[in-house]
């Protein structure tokens, strides 16, 4: 129970890059264990995948509207989701540098929802992918992580990355380098994928674009993300206070009263010998309470 704790804790913690890099772990992690169940029982006619994935075939999007949303955090395999997650924490990190949590997770949704766009388009114009656009469908969160990478990258062109075997690059040459490959492979094995990258870096460009002309595309959906936020928001029941007062009979308020005036003509008499300076300040209270 320690290891759940401390991933509770890290969770918790944790920036909104950690928190997005767990939510894809968790999504990918279910998946898995519903995967080799389903294959157990025999369960080949359910076709998990079609619910979280985007077709490019119109009437089947049509029919499964929400997968625009879930594609970005679906992954089935291992290396996919390990790429594309230690991406988004390198480039996440950098991002949150000079910009919110805020508008980091709302360029995660918008640069995935326009690499949709851009593969449903593109599979429905292009005579290319004629063929196999009944059949294509589209996952992976590399469109928002790409439109962050962009993002980054033309906030901070000539910020210099480490890269394992290639050295220090800059990251405007980063972000060029995965357009540009993106673009050449648009007609390979993995061409929605390809179309969903180009779509995600336009996301990000578009984002450091108006962001300097001092508007802020990301606060539409922040304000969305706000909205479910706090409707599903568990708000704290407010303590009424109450108070107990204590009857007094007719007797011992006239006894009360009888006293505080004593009290008063006392602190009067007070003031006509020595004047309202000599006055406690016990006494200056009750004189003013008096006058009240």
Not at 71 to 90: A, K, S
Not at 141 to 149: P, R
Not at 175 to 189: D, K, M, N, R
Request: aromatic share 16%; hydrophobic share 50%.
């Amino acid at each position: 129970m320690e290891f759940i704790d401390n991933l509770k804790q890290t969770y918790k913690r944790g920036d909104m890059v950690i928190k997005l890099i767990f939510v894809n772990i968790g999504v990918f992690l279910i998946v898995s264990v519903l995967s080799v169940v389903f294959k157990l029982f025999n369960l080949t006619q359910f076709d998990y995948t079609s619910w979280f994935s985007v077709p490019s075939h119109l009437q089947s999007l049509a029919s499964h509207f929400w997968t625009p949303i879930t594609y970005m955090f679906y992954h089935e395999q291992f290396f996919h989701i390990l790429f594309n997650l230690l991406v988004l924490f390198w480039f996440g990190k950098i991002f949150l540098t000079f910009y919110s949590e805020k508008q980091l997770l709302s360029l995660y949704f918008i640069g995935g929802l326009l690499g949709a766009a851009a593969y449903v388009l593109a599979f429905n114009f292009f005579p290319y992918y004629a063929l196999i656009a009944h059949r294509s469908i589209l996952m992976g969160a590399s469109g928002s992580i790409i439109a962050i990478l962009v993002a980054s990258a033309v906030r901070v062109p000539n910020m210099e990355m480490h890269l394992l075997l290639l050295g220090r690059i800059k990251l405007k040459w980063i972000a060029i380098a995965t357009v540009v490959i993106s673009f050449f492979g648009l007609t390979g094995e993995n061409g929605g994928g390809e179309v969903a990258h180009l779509g995600g870096a336009l996301a990000g460009y578009l984002f450091v674009f108006f962001e300097r002309k001092g508007k802020d595309i990301t606060s539409p959906i922040n304000r969305i993300i706000d909205f479910f936020v706090n409707l599903f928001r568990t708000r704290p029941k407010q303590k009424t206070k109450v108070y107990h007062t204590q009857k007094m009979s007719d007797a011992e308020f006239n006894q009360r009263k009888a006293e505080n005036e004593k009290i008063i003509d006392r602190i009067l008499d007070k003031i006509k010998t020595s004047g309202y300076e000599s006055l406690t300040t016990e006494e200056k209270r009750r004189l003013f309470d008096q006058k009240k």
